[in-house]
């Protein structure tokens, strides 16, 4: 079993430390250095590109963040790194760019995002950048057939579920009752085997990780907004990821 202390050490800062009275956008080069200053651990998102590499982005479409719209898995990595954030202009991250920025200075928490036809190119990928970064750092994600890859082609690396239970059904296209079921509760466990948890925070307490947590798995929560909240989490749960305050460490 690796060590994963690391993941419950520190508050997470949800998509880097952004603040938009400062102008720092969620995911970016700005809201990364931030969380690196302050001293906290960082949660990002990374999708896949056109030509099979990964981007730091949250959204499918970058109309939200960007001047720029349409999907972005129709880009290839050169074309989404010369865009900028609608904010403040500051240019797209890669994946290659997030770890030389972090370069293990803090806990870093990737939420790995893929369409199901796309996962093992992206996992392959991800595991490829992984080989030879230093730092403490684990991945995650709400599909669980992407840990599934993750255990299969790379053990070593740290792997989490990401997972709610008020699971609507508008916002889980292509699911069906019994697949929420399954990924709410965790009954996926057996073949993903991860290593902790980031459950949704105000869907605790629950019985899955009750039983998670009798077993000494470590439990993250999202998104913590406010002291009240972490007060919550700390009830069922060992560590938050945050935005818009900054929590004691």
């Known amino acids: 079993m690796p060590?994963?202390?690391?993941?419950?050490?520190?508050?997470?800062?949800?998509?880097?430390?952004?603040?938009?009275?400062?102008?720092?956008?969620?995911?970016?080069?700005?809201?990364?250095?931030?969380?690196?200053?302050m001293g906290y651990a960082i949660e990002i998102d990374i999708q896949l590109t056109k030509d099979g590499q990964a981007i730091v982005f949250h959204d499918e479409t970058l109309d939200r963040m960007t001047e720029n719209s349409g999907n972005v898995m129709d880009y290839t990595?050169?074309?989404?790194?010369?865009?900028?954030?609608?904010?403040?202009?500051?240019?797209?991250?890669?994946?290659?760019?997030?770890?030389?920025?972090?370069?293990?200075?803090?806990?870093?928490?990737?939420?790995?995002?893929?369409?199901?036809?796309?996962?093992k190119q992206l996992v392959d990928y991800v595991a490829d950048e992984l080989k030879d970064y230093l730092g403490e750092i684990c991945v995650m994600s709400f599909n669980p057939m992407i840990i599934r890859q993750f255990k299969k082609i790379a053990p070593k690396i740290v792997r989490g579920i990401v997972a709610e239970r008020n699971m609507q059904p508008q916002d889980w296209p292509n699911t069906n009752a019994l697949m929420r079921f399954i990924f709410k509760n965790l009954l996926h466990w057996p073949l993903i085997r991860p290593h902790f948890i980031s459950y949704h925070l105000y869907d605790l307490p629950t019985f899955c990780i009750k039983i998670a947590r009798f077993f000494n798995i470590p439990v993250i929560t999202w998104t913590v907004k406010s002291p009240k909240d972490a007060e919550h989490t700390y009830k069922y749960a060992d560590q938050i990821t945050f935005e818009q305050y900054l929590p004691k460490k």
């Open 3 to 37: 060590d994963l202390n690391f993941i419950t050490r520190l508050p997470i800062a949800h998509r880097g430390l952004h603040n938009v009275e400062q102008n720092i956008v969620e995911n970016s080069y700005g809201s990364v250095k931030a969380a690196i200053e």
């Open 77 to 119: 990595l050169s074309e989404l790194v010369s865009m900028t954030q609608k904010a403040n202009g500051e240019k797209l991250l890669s994946f290659p760019q997030l770890l030389a920025l972090v370069k293990g200075q803090v806990p870093l928490i990737v939420e790995v995002k893929c369409l199901s036809n796309d996962i």
